[in-house]
């Protein structure tokens, strides 16, 4: 399970603090979702999205945050 974050007007994902990637595999995990979550607060990006990808399985679990 990997957990990421995805800029919805873009359609990028963070790759590290101050990088963003097209490849959903290269995104930075955050392990857990509260560590994402905060990740989005302290950036104060807008249109974020939290990703849960599941290795193996062809979708993902995806939540906009407001």
């Not at 990421?4 to 873009?10: A, G, K, P, T, V």
């Amino acid at each position: 399970m990997k957990v990421i974050l995805r800029n919805m007007s873009n359609n990028l994902y963070v790759l590290d603090h101050s990088s963003w990637t097209k490849d959903q595999t290269k995104a930075y995990d955050f392990e857990r979702a509260d560590r994402a979550l905060e990740a989005a607060r302290s950036s104060g990006l807008k249109d974020l999205e939290l990703m849960i990808s599941l290795n193996g399985v062809h979708f993902d679990i995806s939540r906009p945050l407001s």
